[in-house]
Structures are given as structure tokens and as C-alpha cells.
């Protein structure tokens, strides 16, 4: 499946799809196979689901429980 076919918005992806097609396009492109331009939309893919997951993450530290004395409670971050 070349980069083109997997052309949906990471946004349209959850974590775990956007990860797998991530490790998917590396195993490809590590093959040495693919032909420069497919080797360009791929790199240029897999930078797209990179953020996007980075993205992810960081949303998910943020939402983690936090301690605050005995207690456990939601994190929530201040709004400017």
C-alpha cells in the first residue's frame, strides 16, 4: 500500500492506527525498496503521524491523575 493510499488526516486516526501505520511506513522504508518519490511521500507521511502521535501523547500526560496529598484528582490546566 504505497503512502498515497493511506492518505486519511491523522486526525481521522486513533493512537494506536496512526502508530501501526507509522511502524508499517519505517519497515518499508528500511526494505530500500520503494522508489525515491514513494520514499519522499512516505517520509513526508510518516512526519504527518509522528506530530500526531507526539500530539497524542502529550494530551494524555496531561490528563493523568494527579496526587495532591492523599487525594487523587483529574489534572486540569489553567486557561489563559
Do not use: H
Not at 26 to 35: I, N, Q, T, Y
Not at 47 to 56: I, N, R
Amino acid at each position: 500500500m504505497s503512502a498515497k493510499a493511506q492518505g486519511n488526516s491523522p486526525s481521522e486516526l486513533s493512537f494506536e492506527k496512526a502508530l501501526e501505520e507509522l511502524e508499517a511506513l519505517v519497515a518499508r522504508m528500511e526494505d530500500g525498496k520503494l522508489p525515491l518519490e514513494e520514499s519522499l511521500a512516505a517520509y513526508q507521511r510518516g512526519a504527518e503521524l509522528v506530530k500526531f502521535c507526539e500530539s497524542k501523547l502529550v494530551d494524555a500526560q496531561a490528563r493523568i491523575a494527579v496526587l495532591e496529598g492523599d487525594t487523587l484528582r483529574d489534572f486540569t490546566p489553567e486557561t489563559k
